[in-house]
Every structure is written in structure tokens, then in C-alpha cells.
């Protein structure tokens, strides 16, 4: 059996190739990158304290990225106090900052990108004025014609004893 000098010039330089190999590998292919979230839907809750973002895929906590969302009304700019997850993890809920939005407003929303990302990790991308649902509730005018009027019938019927 012969011995073999790995101190020897020659393994030296197949070392030093097979490590480069495995350096230029490793840096040439790029990480997959997970696809962005799509946001789905975008709603006021029913009484305009938040407006609730609906994505396509879980994502990840936004405690503290607020800021990073931006929403207005026909009259005014809407600011944001604080970011949730909803139990649904493919909801981010943000608190309103200020008084809440009116019953009958016009309300888009804004995302500047920045670092809200989903589990699978991929990234937020910008997104402006898209339309926001307004779900709040009106108290109704009572007048005729109203669709929040809710009329309740019910018949008695004399049934006879046998």
C-alpha cells in the first residue's frame, strides 16, 4: 500500500479547488425566495377602530411595523397605533390611531415596503390605495326604505284542543 503526503503540493491544490467548487456553488445559486403575500381583502371593523387585512398566506407577528401602513379617507389620513395578528394568522389587524372611521367613509390603504413578511418568509411589497371594505355599522334613520331596518312578523294561530 502506498502512502500518500497529503502535506504534498498537489493535494494541497485539489483541497483548495474543492473548496472554492463548493464556495462558488454556494454563492452562484441564489436562495429561493418565497413568494410575496398578496393582500386579499382590506375591511374597517364595525365600529372604525381597525381595519382588518386579509392575505393569501399566514404571516408573520407585526408587533411594532405599524408605521409601515398608511389608509386615508376622502377628508384625511388615516395613522395607525399598533399591528396584530389575528387568531386567523392570515390577518393583520391595525389599530386606528385617533378617532374611527365613519359609517359611509371612502377609505383606501397604503403599504410602504419595509419588513412586514409572512411565515414562509417572503417579503410585503408595496402596495397603495388599495380599497378598504367599510363595514361599520349605521344606526339606521328609521325612515321607510332604510336597509338597516329589520321587521319582525309573527302570526298566532289559535290551535284547538282535542
Request: charged share 20%.
Amino acid at each position: 500500500m502506498r502512502n500518500i503526503n497529503i502535506y504534498s503540493a498537489r493535494w494541497r491544490h485539489l483541497a483548495v479547488l474543492a473548496v472554492v467548487a463548493v464556495l462558488c456553488i454556494a454563492f452562484a445559486v441564489p436562495a429561493l425566495a418565497a413568494d410575496p403575500p398578496v393582500l386579499v381583502r382590506a375591511a374597517t371593523n364595525g365600529d372604525g377602530t381597525a381595519i382588518i387585512l386579509i392575505f393569501d398566506k399566514a404571516m408573520a407577528n407585526p408587533d411594532g411595523k405599524h408605521g409601515q401602513f398608511t389608509a386615508s379617507t376622502v377628508t384625511e389620513a388615516v395613522y395607525f397605533s399598533g399591528a396584530a395578528l389575528d387568531t386567523n394568522d392570515k390577518r393583520i389587524i391595525l389599530t386606528i390611531d385617533g378617532g374611527p372611521i365613519e359609517y359611509g367613509d371612502s377609505v383606501t390603504v397604503s403599504y410602504t415596503e419595509g419588513d412586514v413578511i409572512a411565515v414562509d418568509t417572503g417579503a410585503l411589497e408595496t402596495f397603495e390605495d388599495r380599497p378598504v371594505v367599510n363595514a361599520v355599522f349605521s344606526d339606521g334613520s328609521g325612515e321607510p326604505g332604510d336597509p338597516f331596518i329589520i321587521t319582525v312578523r309573527t302570526s298566532w294561530m289559535r290551535q284547538g284542543i282535542i
